[in-house]
């Protein structure tokens, strides 16, 4: 008999194609980034292809690809990477990853749409283009371009943006990014990546341009060289979390000022702040340099993390949720790592609800009062 394509979504309810109402997942919204829309939420991709710091190994992709599913069908599209992101012969495996999974994405979500029935019956007069179930929203990829030594050209910049492209097997970026400023061992190389970086825009490469790990004071310079270039300047992303806040904290206000959004890297402070670790339990691997940093920080940590677990009981949320929710509450885009289905569920999750002023400010004196703060990184200007 002849076979044809019939709406799932008309057959049994636009819930079919996600998931029953009483497991509903959360949908993330969307913010403004400068000329753009990015979710509210971002995932970073450090550890897909990172040995040294997450044991990441290749076969460990099916599990990341369905983390990666379930990420999309909650609405983040956005996606922080690197070209530098990957250990030694796994260079780019970040950018190679985040290009399959969408590709592998769309192509299910396509054939999701629809079922083959071998008997029509009376659904024998329905369209098999008809599809009801909403497109999710397209995939973001904001990729970092690392100043190597070696760029000292603004074409420099350009061609680096083209190896991206070709490892993710796309035409455009949606935010090309200067990964932190050489002003303070290399300044004469600095204006030729901000050069380069703006060609990109006015190349087409990419859709606005950011920058990372700069602080209030070399921000504002690019900023201004930005609009005399016409480049829109949408992101900047810092190390900001409860555990960076004392000097983090200055960035809001200047992201605000300048109409440019800011990104939250590293808001669970490398899972320091999960609530999973303490002296008795530290991060696998006598060689992991996870290790001996959560031995020096966990104890002037010990009443910021008590005050997330107090508000965590309170609201019958997670350290994790928690300290998530509380960068979400700084007006920031928090983009965490994540890598299995239960770190999916669990980190989208602090977008389900918000802390209230109260717990905010405590949160905030907790964070000021941390005996030791965590590192900068190194790469970080004033």
């Avoid at 057959?11 to 194609?17: I, K, P, T």
């Avoid at 290790?291 to 508000?311: K, S, V």
């Avoid at 350290?319 to 989208?348: D, H, S, Y």
Wanted: aromatic residues 10%; glycine residues 6%.
């Amino acid at each position: 008999m002849k076979l044809i394509l019939v709406s799932l979504s008309l057959l049994y309810g636009s819930d079919a194609l996600v998931v029953s109402k009483t497991n509903a997942i959360p949908k993330i919204g969307r913010v403004s980034a400068g000329p753009i829309d990015i979710s509210a939420m971002g995932v970073g991709t450090w550890s897909w292809g990172n040995r040294l710091l997450f044991d990441y190994d290749p076969s460990q992709d099916e599990e990341i690809y369905e983390s990666y599913r379930y990420i999309r069908d909650c609405g983040v599209s956005i996606f922080d990477t690197a070209d530098s992101y990957g250990t030694l012969d796994l260079n780019g495996r970040a950018e190679i990853l985040l290009g399959q999974f969408e590709r592998r994405y769309l192509k299910e979500k396509e054939s999701m749409n629809f079922v083959e029935v071998e008997d029509p019956g009376f659904f024998s007069f329905l369209s098999p283009k008809s599809k009801t179930s909403t497109p999710p929203p397209p995939q973001q990829v904001a990729t970092k371009l690392a100043p190597y030594p070696w760029r000292i050209t603004p074409q420099s910049m350009v061609n680096s943006v083209k190896g991206s492209l070709r490892r993710l097997e796309q035409d455009q970026l949606c935010l090309a990014q200067l990964h932190w400023s050489t002003v303070n061992y290399q300044p004469f190389q600095e204006k030729a990546l901000w050069e380069g970086i703006a060609d990109t825009y006015d190349l087409g490469l990419c859709q606005a341009v950011g920058v990372s790990n700069y602080g209030p004071k070399q921000f504002q310079k690019i900023c201004e060289y930005m609009k005399e270039r016409e480049v829109p300047l949408a992101t900047a992303q810092i190390q900001y979390s409860l555990m960076t806040y004392d000097f983090a904290k200055d960035m809001n206000a200047v992201c605000e000022e300048q109409n440019v959004r800011l990104i939250s890297y590293s808001p669970l402070c490398l899972g320091l702040l999960t609530g999973k670790y303490n002296l008795d339990n530290l991060p696998k691997g006598a060689t992991n340099p996870r290790r001996q940093l959560f031995r020096e920080l966990l104890p002037g940590a010990q009443n910021l993390l008590n005050t997330l677990e107090a508000i965590g009981n309170d609201l019958g949320k997670s350290q994790t949720q928690v300290a998530i929710n509380w960068a979400l509450c700084k007006n920031t885009v928090p983009i965490t790592g994540i890598r299995t289905l239960e770190q999916a569920k669990e980190n989208l999750g602090a977008y389900e609800f918000r802390l209230d002023a109260g717990m905010v400010e405590e949160l905030d004196r907790a964070a000021l009062s941390v005996g030791k703060p965590m590192i900068q990184n190194v790469f970080q200007t004033d």
